[in-house]
């Protein structure tokens, strides 16, 4: 493949309060060959670096430091800049659950979390941005 052919790797946006889950989640990303476009640990500030980095996928929690949830933040980034939400949390209660199932396209990954899981779910939002053609992240899978 020449130089003008690559591309760079997809871009994550990783929405988390939990600065031991944000260090982990980071390491993990950059070993699967991602890039971080940001770290944010309110609904607020992820719905700021989503439209100043515009991310290829969006990790996040459901529970912030905010009064606006995951929940909320995530429909505000796909709404505005088409961004899939991947949510990763470590809550499972009924409610919540029953809340991620009303959104149609909605990807979890419970905490706690292995790889693989991370990768998979962040290989089917990748492909649902793409309109159902697959891409690769140049190195994802090391």
């Given at each position: ?13 990783i ?35 989503a ?56 990807l ?15 290989g ?19």
């Amino acid at each position: 493949m020449s130089t003008s052919e690559r591309k760079s790797p997809p871009s994550i946006l990783i929405v988390e309060d939990e600065s031991i889950v944000v260090m982990d989640l980071s390491f993990r990303l950059e070993e699967m060959g991602y890039t971080v476009a940001g770290v944010a640990d309110t609904g607020e500030e992820a719905i700021e670096l989503a439209r100043k980095h515009k991310p290829d996928v969006v990790l996040m929690d459901l529970r912030l430091k905010s009064d606006m949830t995951g929940m909320e933040a995530a429909r505000v980034i796909e709404m505005e800049a088409g961004i899939p939400v991947v949510f990763v949390t470590a809550y499972t209660d009924a409610q919540t659950m029953e809340e991620i199932r009303q959104k149609p396209d909605f990807l979890l990954v419970m905490k706690p979390f292995v790889s693989a899981e991370i990768q998979a779910a962040i290989g089917k939002a990748l492909t649902w941005r793409n309109g159902g053609r697959t891409i690769s992240n140049n190195g994802a899978g090391r």
